[in-house]
């Protein structure tokens, strides 16, 4: 069954499971796309019915984005310059980090446990997930950082509760977007910072394809089993 709904600040694409929810993965789009973007993935993940996640895809908020002459669209932060280091607007990304962790405090209401709540983003989706799963002051059930880069390496505050936390990041070799090296130098860091990162890469571009889509299903069932 498929919903929307919206919260006091964001709306989103809600995938219930075909049982009772215990699980919930939050699901960040990329630049200019909106909380239908991976909908279509969730078939494909080939999921067992008794892992029961319900699956939240927020849609950005509409801002000017720089780089694409100050253009209208999703955006979960405005792209200053594109440099390689990815010049951003720290501010709007953390204030995007806040208005996610409504969707897990949501979740929680509901009575699903924090450490049963993944967060993945792709692209721009997936700095923000960086900055939201590892300074949450709750203990989350994982994180998936899909063709993104680690955006607030420099500003951010670690909290030790996530010190366990399940992180699986994704790149594709060919990524003419991302380079594939900013996916490098995130799982890099977390490494020296003793967290437990698998860092895997995919002959695609700026995508998902079915070898990483097969990967997202059995990193989802291990870390919820």
């Not at 932060?77 to 953390?94: C, F, G, S």
């Not at 951010?156 to 399940?166: E, F, G, R």
Request: aromatic share 8%.
């Amino acid at each position: 069954m498929t919903s929307s709904f919206k919260t006091p600040t964001l709306s989103a694409v809600e995938i219930e499971p075909t049982q009772a929810a215990t699980a919930s993965v939050i699901w960040m789009h990329g630049l200019g796309a909106d909380g239908n973007d991976f909908r279509d993935v969730i078939p494909a993940l080939n999921l067992p019915d008794s892992l029961a996640i319900r699956f939240i895809f927020p849609n950005a908020p509409k801002l000017p984005v720089t780089v694409n002459n100050g253009f209208v669209m999703p955006a979960w932060y405005d792209i200053l310059a594109m440099d390689i280091d990815r010049k951003i607007d720290t501010e709007q990304l953390v204030n995007s980090a806040k208005l996610i962790d409504e969707f897990i405090e949501r979740e929680i209401e509901r009575g699903i446990a924090s450490e049963r709540i993944i967060i993945a983003g792709f692209s721009q989706g997936g700095a923000v997930g960086y900055e939201l799963a590892l300074s949450h002051s709750k203990p989350l059930g994982g994180l998936m950082a899909l063709s993104t880069y680690f955006a607030t390496k420099d500003t951010i505050t670690l909290n030790p509760v996530n010190q366990n936390l399940p992180i699986y990041i994704a790149h594709g070799s060919y990524d003419g977007v991302v380079p594939p090296v900013l996916g490098e130098q995130a799982h890099q860091l977390l490494k020296e910072k003793q967290y437990t990162a698998e860092y895997k890469t995919y002959p695609m571009e700026h995508s998902l394809c079915i070898e990483q889509i097969n990967d997202i299903s059995a990193w989802l069932q291990a870390s919820l089993a």
